[in-house]
């Protein structure tokens, strides 16, 4: 289901990830960044042609995870198509991690 809307681009998310540690193994090595959702469905979020997904659909990665979420190593599955679902879901309970952690860090307020 595609809505309409205007993508959210937001500065404050995206540098939320300064100095955090990754929410998927937990490193603190200077390397995590804001990596935006690359799963089954990306397109539902916002990704297109030349267009990342939203900036609400994001998880903080070290280098190493992010990396491993782009290929899809995360996985122990050997079929591919169990891998992308699986890789879909961990990068996903990632990005809700790191929507806790910005309600945590005040970027985003629920009222």
Same mark, same amino acid.
């Given at each position: 289901?595609?809505?309409? @809307?205007?993508?959210?681009?937001?500065?404050?998310?995206?540098?939320?990830? +300064?100095? $955090?540690?990754?929410?998927?193994? &937990?490193? #603190?090595?200077?390397?995590?960044?804001?990596?935006?959702?690359?799963?089954? @469905?990306?397109?539902?979020?916002? +990704?297109?042609? &030349?267009?990342?997904?939203?900036?609400?659909?994001?998880?903080?990665?070290?280098?190493?995870?992010? #990396?491993?979420?782009?290929?899809?190593?995360? %996985?122990?599955?050997?079929? @591919?198509?169990?891998? @992308?679902?699986?890789? %879909?879901?961990?990068?996903?309970?990632?990005?809700? #991690?790191?929507?806790? #952690?910005?309600?945590? $860090? &005040?970027?985003?307020?629920? +009222?």
């Amino acid at each position: 289901m595609n809505l309409k @809307r205007v993508p959210l681009k937001s500065k404050k998310m995206l540098n939320g990830a +300064k100095d $955090q540690s990754c929410v998927n193994c &937990g490193a #603190r090595d200077g390397t995590v960044v804001a990596a935006h959702y690359q799963g089954i @469905r990306a397109g539902e979020f916002g +990704k297109g042609t &030349g267009k990342k997904p939203d900036d609400l659909f994001i998880a903080d990665l070290c280098q190493g995870c992010h #990396r491993a979420f782009d290929s899809y190593e995360g %996985s122990s599955y050997e079929n @591919r198509q169990y891998r @992308r679902i699986d890789n %879909s879901e961990q990068f996903l309970t990632n990005i809700m #991690r790191t929507i806790l #952690r910005r309600i945590d $860090q &005040g970027i985003i307020e629920v +009222k």
